[in-house]
């Protein structure tokens, strides 16, 4: 299990930016043997996919409600894992969580899209976008 911190989220006006990392503290195991995910939360809604990447940074796949504005990457060298949020939208609001997958033996491209496939959580930032 990998211990995870998400920081950079605030309140933005629609068409702003916003940037969030997520810290990763791996206890013994390597953080890039880990496929990374986003994920967001709405009050009253369910957990929705954002976006992932995969281990080395190889593939990185999105839902296509931030396909073109949002951009995931990770540093493995400094444990870290981004978010940059570009054009956002007031239905962007949320509180966005960063997670993550041990991914060793499942292929260097391994990524995953479903919350239950994911074995570490952060506690989540909020983000909002005023209209």
């Known amino acids: 299990q990998v211990e995870l911190v998400e920081s950079g989220g605030g309140l933005v006006q629609a068409g702003g930016s916003l940037r969030l990392s997520c810290a990763a503290s791996?206890?013994?195991?390597?953080?890039?043997?880990?496929?990374m995910g986003w994920f967001r939360q709405a009050p009253g809604t369910e957990r929705v996919y954002v976006a992932s990447?995969?281990?080395?940074?190889?593939?990185?796949y999105y839902n296509d409600f931030v396909a073109g504005r949002f951009t995931i990457s990770r540093d493995n060298a400094k444990n870290s894992l981004y978010l940059q949020m570009s054009s956002l939208k007031p239905e962007d609001s949320a509180v966005y969580y960063c997670?993550?997958?041990?991914?060793?033996?499942?292929?260097?491209?391994?990524?995953?899209?479903?919350?239950?496939?994911?074995?570490?959580w952060g506690q989540g930032t909020q983000v909002t976008v005023s209209s």
């Open positions: 997670a993550a997958v041990l991914a060793t033996g499942r292929g260097v491209f391994f990524t995953a899209r479903e919350a239950d496939q994911y074995d570490s």
């Open positions: 791996a206890f013994g195991r390597t953080f890039s043997n880990y496929a």
């Open positions: 990447i995969s281990r080395g940074g190889g593939r990185s």
